[in-house]
């Protein structure tokens, strides 16, 4: 057992080393790309048509968007995690995700067929039931369909 231990205890340094060097820490490189970008937008003002400058600005923005975007990737799969650990039981957890997307999806208002808003609940409700009875009705055909399917055989 002291031998699993250790080599646990080994590969969290690993781990730890491997990550530090392969992303660092994502603030300071965050602070440094804007100290980056204020620097280099100061000198573009001065000289906005060279080149060199426009590339570089060009790529420090995409480098910008990049670790924006592999934020969002990380901290989306650590909730997705913590869904998945704390889910879909009738935990705290649960209740109060529920609670907060309900609070999220309220239609305030809608634009009706003539293009004017309408925020009363009651309208807004009626405008539900009248779209999902039109779009739901089913077509009455003078004939029943197994007398038309009789014909056919």
């Known amino acids: 057992m002291y031998r699993v231990v250790q080599k646990l205890k080994k590969i969290k340094l690993d781990l730890k080393s491997w990550s530090k060097d392969t992303f660092g820490n994502f603030k300071s490189k965050l602070e440094r790309n804007g100290k980056k970008l204020l620097v280099l937008e100061t000198k573009l003002v001065q000289n906005p048509n060279n080149a060199r400058l426009n590339n570089w600005h060009y790529r420090l923005i995409k480098q910008r968007e990049k670790m924006h975007l592999f934020n969002q990737k990380y901290w989306g799969r650590l909730a997705r995690k913590e869904w998945l650990v704390n889910g879909d039981r009738h935990s705290p957890f649960f209740h109060q995700t529920m609670k907060a997307?309900?609070?999220?999806?309220?239609?305030?208002?809608?634009?009706?067929?003539s293009g004017v808003w309408v925020d009363e609940s009651s309208q807004i409700e009626s405008m539900f039931v009248n779209e999902f009875t039109a779009r739901f009705k089913t077509a009455q055909t003078s004939t029943p369909l197994m007398y038309n399917l009789i014909w056919l055989i």
């Open 101 to 113: 997307k309900k609070t999220i999806s309220k239609i305030m208002k809608l634009k009706d067929t």
